[in-house]
């Protein structure tokens, strides 16, 4: 895993343009031996970002949640002797430096404080803009939440309250992928990253073959008669069709941003990258299956199927 | 086949008496409906991808020696007539058609055929040829064509939002498989096995800094000045999305959200604030506005930048199975 080999990489790590003292700040890492087990028993490579350091496996890579207004920093050290990364807040909006787009910027070698406002309350994902066909498959990508200024428990101001969030980060694996170098294909080698040919479906790092139908990192338990936030993000790259299980939500807001109306919906489409932010009042205790459907790219056909439930109590 | 001429894709992308210089498509409402004529050649040829590979296409050229992949779009006004000649030089049939407004028939081999119809409805329209759907239409016979709202310069229809500049992006991928099989006159493979291969925002792919043609605006599409995002604070830029491909796809904006105000042709009656666009498998198209507002989460604030649209299915950011940043994706730059 040198560096010598990577073609088309930006390495730097400059100053950060009138750096401030933050209101909130985040360290991050980078992993490169993480691993998970599908239910199948399979185990898959995956990389992600730590807390700071080269020592951490979560994946998805630990979540950063903020509030509307604040300066934040997100310190990123990586060993760029080694390999080389960036951080993209997706849906984050910041200066050219701050964006995280190697090619525009630099690939991070060594360390940089990405400094950006959090100016709309929403549901984003930040992830690894460096390779990013591979980095972003290999998991490099964990949620971002901006709540409301006063914090409160609602998807923006003005925003319905919930009582119970789920954050559904739902991705497909290639396994072939998972066994390529950080920098496969970059100098122009076919290393067959133009074709996707999913195997395992995936709800917020867990297998959605049955382990997401109880992990409480999926499955969500509440009581009739409370509100659910649901923060669905498509963090792979098929097309995908959520459905709610028989339940009716209301989708409020997308991609960090209100809908000037709210949309009722028993199930949604969604392409990579897109975020939906959907408000359920369950009132029937019962248990609601929610089903993802991967959706072929060409032909629309459902290619594999992940699956959580709601728990009404 | 009747030729082998090895061309880069043109970056002309003017349409005669149509439209205003490259990039920036210029319009001057008129008081009265007109006639607007136009004419295509079919013709074919070989362009070269990033990877050096020449892939067969076939296209709607400016002249009977060219190959324009796509066709140069053009511009009408609601009420227009529009009569378009297609000649075609090659030695297969083909047609000319825009979904609910026209459709030529077969335009037989080695002959020309005037199409007319009446520009009815403000929009983005795309046009290509419906024989051996889809594959006629995804090696390369198609384009864009957009009809103004009656007296204006600046909205996509009657009471729309407005915008200062406009561009059409008209997507496309190619499995050089499915070209090769259109060569031959032979059965493509089925859609359930298309592979795409190479990935095009107005026929070209991106090269990032360093790669051979980066700074040559007729091979990358980060400086194509059709294709480029280019303004000052306030430049809002309607881009008309048209995908000629098969495949489903997500257009992810960096610095603004867009405002969304169309898909697949029809208006949406909410305007949504989106950083990704889904453009439908199969013809998908979106009208949208990217409205050059200072990146609202810059701090210290900014009013200029360089900053990428591209594709999150990033199996699109690809060439010839690898080269991550020789795909679909654009510049989008604040002057
Ligand atoms: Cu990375
Ligand atoms: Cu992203």
Redesign the pocket.
Known sequence: MGMGTACYVYPGAPATPGIVTPDISFDRGVYMNGSVTMDDGRAIEVWGFTQGGMMGNQFPSPPMRVREGQIVHTNFTNNGMMWLHTI?H?GIEPSTENDGVGHTSFDVDGSYTYQWKASNAGTY?Y?C?TNTVLHAEMGMYGALIIDPPDGSKRAFTGAPLYDVEAIWACDEFDSSWHTLNWDAGTCGADVGLNDMRPDYFIISGVDGASSALTDTRAAVSMNAGQALLVRYINAGYTPQRINFGGLSGDVIASDGRPLPNAVPATSWKSTA?ERYDIMFYPTTPGIYEVTVEYLHWVTGAVIGTARTRINVN | MKRRTFLQASAAGIAGALTGTAGLLTWVPRAHAATITTAYSITDGYITQPDGVNVYFKGYSDSATGLNVPASSFIVQEGDTVQVTINNTLGTDHSFVIDGVVDSGVIAAGTSKTVSFLASTAGSYLFYDKLNTPYNRAVGLHGAMAVMPTGSANTLYAGSPSFVKQLFWVYNECDPAVNEAVRTNSTPPPLSSYVPRYFTINGLSARPPGAPGYDDPAINSYYDPRTALAGYIGDRTLVRVLSAGLCTHSM?FHANHVELLTRNGSVLADIWLKDVVSLDNNMGSADLIYPFDPPPDAWPPVSTGNFVMHL?NEQTQTSGGGSYQFGAQTSIKFK
Do not use: E, K, P, S
Request: proline share 0%; aromatic share 12%.
């Open positions: 993209h997706h994902f992830h803009h990258a | 992810h999150h």
